[in-house]
């Protein structure tokens, strides 16, 4: 397993959009599975934000659905995060994630998260 980084987090006021940025250090063209959560609170559950699978396919759970998109840049071994249109109850600290196909997304790579924070 590589690591990974995430950065990219700050404040940012509602309605405004953040690209976040997780750079691994392996390459991410054959990881069978790469995305984000988020964790609102300290104790809570972390929650799917975005997907992305080998072969380009990506997932957004309905939630949000039309205010991110997730991507990968393979040759900057990069997966991206761009969120749109934010509202305070995005504010969480952000992890992105890696996995092969024999692990779980609980037993896979995980970076260290990045914080944003939505407010005025």
């Known amino acids: 397993q590589g690591q990974l980084v995430e950065s990219g987090g700050g404040l940012v006021q509602p309605g405004g959009s953040l690209t976040l940025s997780c750079r691994a250090s392996m390459n991410i063209s054959t990881v069978y599975d790469m995305g984000w959560y988020r964790r609102r609170a300290p104790g809570k559950q972390r929650d799917l934000v975005a997907s992305t699978q080998i072969g380009g396919s990506t997932y957004v759970p309905d939630s949000m659905r039309g205010r991110v998109t997730v991507f990968r840049d393979n040759a900057k071994n990069t997966l991206y995060l761009r969120m749109n249109n934010l509202e305070r109850d995005d504010t969480a600290i952000y992890y992105c994630?890696?996995?092969?196909?024999?692990?779980?997304?609980?037993?896979?790579?995980w970076g260290q998260g990045t914080q944003v924070t939505v407010s005025s």
């Open positions: 994630y890696s996995r092969k196909s024999s692990e779980t997304r609980e037993n896979g790579n």
